[in-house]
């Protein structure tokens, strides 16, 4: 089983910066595409960016030059930096992860979410 661990979420000023981790931990054979996704309040939730295992990224447009997405797969971590922020970038973050178990059987894993405000 592959859990997923957000942080870095919180309270910013429209313009600021933020930058979220997702540690992704347990047995697992692979980790292939990561993303993160976001739901605001009343909206569905809605994909932000997705990161194939060779780094390869497809960003929403929305947030194409202000949000960069990386990811560590030593340390089998996923990064959202995030700057210039907007109030509409206001939601709760989601990260997550799809590969194979042990098994070989396929996974898509979910992270519990971190909060993003961002308001003046």
């Known amino acids: 089983q592959v859990q997923l661990v957000e942080s870095g979420g919180g309270l910013v000023q429209p313009g600021g910066s933020l930058r979220l981790s997702c540690a992704a931990s347990g047995s697992f054979r692979s980790i292939d595409a990561m993303g993160w996704y976001r739901q605001a309040p009343g909206k569905q939730r809605e994909l932000v960016v997705v990161?194939?295992?060779?780094?390869?990224?497809d960003y929403v447009d929305s947030v194409k030059g202000r949000i960069t997405a990386s990811r560590d797969n030593t340390k089998n971590t996923l990064y959202l930096q995030m700057n210039s922020l907007k109030p509409e970038d206001t939601a709760v973050y989601y990260c997550?992860?799809?590969?194979?178990?042990?098994?070989?059987?396929?996974?898509?894993?979910w992270g519990q979410g971190t909060q993003v405000t961002v308001s003046s």
């Open positions: 997550n992860a799809n590969g194979r178990n042990m098994d070989r059987r396929i996974y898509s894993a």
């Open positions: 990161i194939t295992s060779g780094a390869r990224t």
